[in-house]
């Protein structure tokens, strides 16, 4: 189910900061330095944190979206930026999740550790190491806007994934307009935004 390529990311969890730096480092994958930052402050702000300070946010997003999406048995699932694995909790379906930090993937791993079809993977979203059209869906909750070349990073994920395609972004970072020039940029067709008072990210539904 995985590929690996010199240019792509690791397969392997590990939670050690200076080791994962290296590793990264060894791979000669050029994090620009702001992707770098954005890894080293999410590793400094920790599962705990992350989850006290934004799983009521995140969940509303979740709920949103669920009620939007039906999930056929066995489809294989990506949460792109899976970050400690709030999502993936809720979802009985085989999902992969990736992420690059560290810090946040050891709260996904406790979540998941006793369930069955749960795999966390820690990458790049921008060297995604998966083969093409593999997974039959796509949940990318609040990552985009992390990301310095958005549309390469969209690109990534209409590589890798056949069906729907759930990707929200957050509004704060993106008005309307700059949303739409991201989609046209990036030739997203069958987009449809889903803008809801409660929810801090536009919700994109992608077929
Ligand atoms: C706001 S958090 C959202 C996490 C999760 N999707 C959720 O719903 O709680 C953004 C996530 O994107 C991840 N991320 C940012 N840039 C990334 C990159 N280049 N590769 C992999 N993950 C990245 C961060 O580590 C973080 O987990």
């Known amino acids: 189910m995985f590929k690996s390529s010199e240019n792509n990311s690791i397969f392997?969890?590990?939670?050690?900061?200076r080791l994962q730096e290296n590793i990264f480092d060894n791979l000669g994958i050029k994090m620009k330095s702001n992707k770098k930052e954005t890894q080293?402050?999410?590793?400094?702000?920790?599962?705990?944190?992350?989850?006290?300070r934004y799983k009521q946010?995140?969940?509303?997003?979740?709920?949103i979206i669920l009620n939007n999406v039906k999930f056929l048995t066995n489809e294989v699932i990506l949460d792109h930026g899976c970050g400690t694995g709030l999502f993936i909790e809720l979802i009985k379906n085989p999902?992969?999740?990736i992420d690059n930090s560290s810090g946040l993937l050891t709260g996904a791993l406790k979540k998941v550790?006793?369930?069955?079809?749960?795999?966390?993977?820690?990458?790049?979203?921008?060297?995604?190491?998966?083969r093409d059209n593999i997974f039959q869906k796509l949940f990318s909750f609040t990552v985009i806007q992390n990301l310095e070349n958005p549309s390469?990073?969209?690109?990534?994920?209409?590589?890798?994934?056949?069906?729907?395609?759930?990707?929200?972004?957050?509004?704060?970072?993106y008005d309307k307009k700059d949303l739409i020039c991201l989609i046209e940029k990036s030739r997203l067709e069958n987009t449809k935004i889903i803008d809801r008072e409660e929810s801090k990210d536009w919700l994109l539904l992608i077929k």
């Open 95 to 97: 999902v992969v999740g």
């Open 12 to 17: 392997i969890l590990t939670f050690n900061k």
């Open 152 to 173: 390469d990073t969209l690109m990534e994920i209409l590589r890798v994934t056949k069906g729907l395609k759930i990707i929200t972004v957050l509004k704060k970072a």
């Open 113 to 130: 550790k006793r369930k069955e079809n749960k795999y966390l993977v820690q990458g790049d979203v921008d060297h995604l190491p998966f």
């Open 57 to 63: 946010e995140q969940k509303i997003k979740y709920s």
């Open 40 to 52: 080293t402050n999410y590793n400094i702000l920790g599962h705990k944190i992350y989850d006290k």
